[in-house]
């Protein structure tokens, strides 16, 4: 059985990744979140320097370093709470889980090792069955997922 904690840990992240599932999708404005927001408020870039305590040019900046992609976390947060908002921040798995991502990863992994001792075993004479092979497949992914190594990640 995988380590106890480390189940916990993926059951309990999974959880907290779920709230952003329906997030995943959202289309971000093309001139960023911050620009966007401003004008629907109507709020002028002197109006935003003003809450954050900076010039209206570099508010412009702001804007423009979001849509460029090169702007820190912190500024945003200090963006959105000049807005009266929060900034949620969050990462979502291309597949559907941790632990499904796990398991992929730990089958693919245990495709490579089961396969490498196949070979070996043909070359003695020695071939397994289809069915022994994914049997030991199946086995060596389980094995992975329970023991989490490091190299799993390689």
Known sequence: ???????LL??????????????????VPKKGWVNSLR??????????????KISPQSVSELEKRE???TITLKTL???ANAMDMTLVYGFVPKGESLERMIEIKARKL????????????????QENSKIRIEK???????????????????
């Open 67 to 69: 849509a460029n992609g």
């Open 110 to 125: 245990a495709v490579e090792i089961v396969s490498r001792t196949s070979n070996s075993m043909r070359l003695e004479d």
């Open 39 to 52: 004008i629907t408020l109507k709020m002028s870039l002197r109006q935003l320097a003003q809450r954050l």
């Open 1 to 7: 059985m995988r380590n106890l904690k480390q189940k």
């Open 10 to 27: 993926i059951e309990q992240m999974d959880k907290k990744i779920k709230a952003f599932r329906s997030l995943e999708r959202a289309v």
């Open 136 to 154: 030991a497949i199946k086995s060596k992914t389980q094995e992975i997922m329970d023991a989490m190594p490091k190299y799993l990640w390689d």
């Open 77 to 79: 947060r200090d963006a």
